[in-house]
């Protein structure tokens, strides 16, 4: 009888072991199949996430000035499209063909400055800054009378009105202890025309862009100061506020393309790149060894400090009227405020 319950315990044992390892298997197939079918279901998905999507356009006003430039290079070696956006960059040989072409709606965003921004908004445009750029305006004279921004008292200064020249012109006067009122302003829109009746002394000084300053400088004209020593920087980037809405992820895509070659710039010699600018800029071939390329900084916001300046004297020359904060017009598109 003992002997016959101990058969039966050690086969029920059996049995249950059996069970349990049936039990095992299915259970071992069956995580398999559905490990199986979600790898293949995460695999599909990272497919599809790493499928890239259609490049957006964003479209850019520029002028030939070397703030255009690291959006030139993203675009030209491809940093665009490597981060899903199409850079079409459309170039304008004055502020006004731009501001024309960005009326019409025809770019999305423009190369422009403080004192625009200002008259943009004061037109009713939602116009916002979605960075700083890099570029510069130098004050240069051709008269041996004048070795400082102070010894203009008296002389005639050729710039365009109502325009970031003049703002930055004042900046530098105030910076001597002057004002613009103890200069004679020759208003001269066209660049070019300035930098050729400085050259031949029809005035005292000028205010001038690459590639400008360096043809005068090779001319023999002087800087008396730049908007880099002056610590003035009026320069930025915009975008019309439904722009931003439609476009968003497309230009902070457009901003780490930018960045992008920024460091390519810093990691390659200028002479793999220079005759794009020559091309691109409008520097006379002569003077290819005379350029040198800004030390380019990634892209980041305005100071709002450098805003309330431009509006405050934009105020003082009845260019703003309308009651706008600096903050009210930069975009965190990119930077946070």
């Given at each position: 009888m003992e002997r016959r319950n101990w058969?039966?315990?050690?086969?029920?044992?059996?049995l249950v072991a059996a069970v349990s390892m049936v039990a095992a298997g299915c259970g071992t197939s069956s995580n398999n199949?559905?490990?199986?079918?979600?790898?293949?279901?995460a695999g599909e998905a990272k497919a599809n996430t790493n499928t890239p999507a259609e490049a957006v356009t964003v479209s850019l006003g520029l002028l030939p000035s070397i703030d255009a430039i690291p959006f030139i290079i993203a675009h030209e070696q491809g940093f665009d499209k490597k981060h899903n956006v199409n850079l079409d960059i459309q170039t304008f040989k004055s502020a006004k063909d731009r501001d024309v072409a960005f009326q019409a709606g025809k770019v999305d965003g423009l190369s422009a400055d403080l004192v625009a921004i200002s008259i943009y908004n004061e037109a009713g445009l939602d116009v916002k800054i979605t960075s700083t750029t890099t570029g510069e305006f130098d004050l240069l004279t051709g008269n041996d009378e004048i070795q400082e921004v102070?010894?203009?008292?008296?002389?005639?200064?050729?710039?365009?009105k109502n325009t970031s020249t003049q703002y930055t012109v004042a900046m530098m006067l105030k910076q001597a202890g002057l004002t613009e009122e103890d200069i004679t302003v020759t208003e001269v829109p066209q660049i070019p025309t300035r930098l050729e009746l400085l050259k031949n002394k029809k005035a005292d000084a000028a205010v001038l862009p690459e590639p400008f300053v360096t043809m005068g400088k090779t001319s023999g004209l002087r800087v008396l100061s730049s908007t880099v020593t002056a610590g003035v920087n009026p320069f930025v980037l915009a975008f019309p506020q439904s722009a931003i809405e439609a476009k968003g992820q497309?230009?902070?895509?457009?901003?780490?393309?930018y960045d992008e070659a920024v460091e390519y710039m810093k990691s390659h010699d200028q002479s793999e790149y220079i005759d794009l600018i020559i091309k691109e800029v409008g520097y006379p071939d002569t003077l290819k060894d005379e350029i040198?390329?800004?030390?380019?900084?990634?892209?980041?916001?305005?100071?709002?400090k450098e805003v309330e300046a431009a509006f405050a004297w934009a105020r003082e020359k009845g260019l703003l009227t309308k009651n706008i904060s600096a903050e009210e017009v930069i975009s965190d598109v990119q930077f946070k405020k």
């Open positions: 058969k039966q315990v050690m086969m029920l044992f059996m199949t559905v490990s199986k079918n979600t790898g293949a279901a102070k010894d203009l008292k008296g002389k005639t200064v050729i710039l365009s497309a230009i902070r895509d457009m901003y780490t393309a040198k390329v800004p030390e380019y900084l990634p892209a980041y916001q305005v100071d709002v």
